[in-house]
Nanobody, 125 residues
Framework: QVQLVESGGGLVQAGDSLRLSCAAS????????MGWFRQAPGKEREFVAA????????YYADSVKGRFTISRDNVKNTVYLQMNSLKPEDTALYSC??????????????????WGQGTQVTVSS
């Protein structure tokens, strides 16, 4: 059973940066595309970024494009989310998940599995 563990969240000020990590157990990490999602209190979970199995393709939500960068290290079984120029509206619980195929254009949480517990990001103004 694959387990995903997120880390790197915290309380920062607007304009600051954070790098989130999602470490996967098991030997099949490179067989899956990965995605980052976030959920703010009282709101539905929303897509943030996705990356293909080999890291060659990435896709972002419009709200984070140009500020966030998703990457992966298939040797370390880890996917990252570098978040720059953070805004208060980025405040949410950030979770990673995997999917058998890469998604772009329409990345629904329902198509992802093996969700981690999440890491909280809070951005103060």
């Amino acid at each position: 059973q694959v387990q995903l563990v997120e880390s790197g969240g915290g309380l920062v000020q607007a304009g600051d940066s954070l790098r989130l990590s999602c470490a996967a157990s098991g030997r099949t990490f490179s067989n899956y595309a990965m995605g980052w999602f976030r959920q703010a209190p009282g709101k539905e979970r929303e897509f943030v970024a996705a990356i293909s199995r080999n890291g060659g393709s990435t896709y972002y939500a419009d709200s984070v494009k140009g500020r966030f960068t998703i990457s992966r290290d298939n040797v370390k079984n880890t996917v990252y989310l570098q978040m720059n120029s953070l805004k208060p509206e980025d405040t949410a619980l950030y979770s990673c998940a995997r999917r058998s195929t890469y998604c772009s254009g329409s990345c629904s949480p329902a198509d992802f599995g093996s969700w981690g517990q999440g890491t909280q990001v809070t951005v103060s103004s």
